[in-house]
């Protein structure tokens, strides 16, 4: 069964760093074409795609908040992390980690976790 | 950066009834599009990708089309489980994997 779950802080200052924690399982990703990554919808809002880290380490981010966000993997763990610095009230979204297999296609979401940014 | 609109914003329909929405890529795609569907409160879930290819557990009611740049969603008999707002997304890899601003199909 392959499942995906988002962890971290719920409610963020301006200026502060988002880590999140992507945690999955039921497969591998070093799997040849396979890719976990970041989702974000702000509330009533549409989906905003983030970013992708690939089975050999290979990294794609969105041109929009490319400076400000960072990813990584610990595939032992089976973890994914998303850093997003210099957090402002309008960073406030439901961030959901996602599955991307050879295609390709995004087949699997995590449930999503609420980041609220406020002052 | 590739732009998806979606159209339209908002649809009114009634059970039983065929809708179509349509999203249009500002450039070429080829057929690296998929469609999800996603209900208040909940995780989008994918109901077509690669433009047309039906993923396994949807009903056949639904179905994707490309004609160059414009894709387009199609249900073919409303249910009442199918109210929600679908999004489209560009998987082009170059420069990232964006998002349609959505469509909301709502209960005549």
């Known amino acids: 069964q392959i499942t995906l779950r988002e962890s971290g802080p719920t409610l963020l200052k301006p200026t502060q760093t988002l880590t999140l924690t992507c945690t999955f399982s039921g497969f591998s990703l070093t799997t040849n074409g396979m890719a976990v990554g970041w989702i974000r919808q702000p509330p009533g809002k549409a989906l905003e795609w983030l970013a992708l880290i690939y089975w050999d380490d290979d990294k794609l981010y969105s041109p929009s908040l490319k400076g400000r966000l960072s990813v990584t993997r610990d595939t032992s763990k089976k973890q994914m992390v998303l850093t997003l610095t210099n957090m402002a009230p309008v960073d406030t979204a439901t961030y959901y980690c996602?599955?991307?297999?050879?295609?390709?296609?995004?087949?699997?979401w995590g449930q999503g976790t609420l980041v609220t940014v406020s002052s | 950066d590739i732009q998806l609109t979606q159209s339209p914003s908002f649809l009114s329909a009634s059970v039983g009834d065929r809708v179509t929405i349509t999203c249009r890529a500002s450039q070429g795609i080829s057929s690296y599009l998929a469609w999800y569907q996603q209900k208040p409160g909940k995780a989008p879930t994918l109901l077509i990708y690669a433009a047309s290819t039906l993923q396994s557990g949807v009903p056949s009611r639904f179905s994707g089309s490309r004609s160059g740049t414009e894709f387009t969603l199609t249900i073919s008999s409303l249910q009442p489980e199918d109210f929600a707002t679908y999004y489209c997304q560009q998987l082009n890899t170059y420069p990232g994997y964006s998002f349609g601003q959505g469509t909301k199909l709502e209960i005549k």
């Open positions: 996602t599955r991307l297999v050879e295609g390709p296609t995004i087949d699997y």
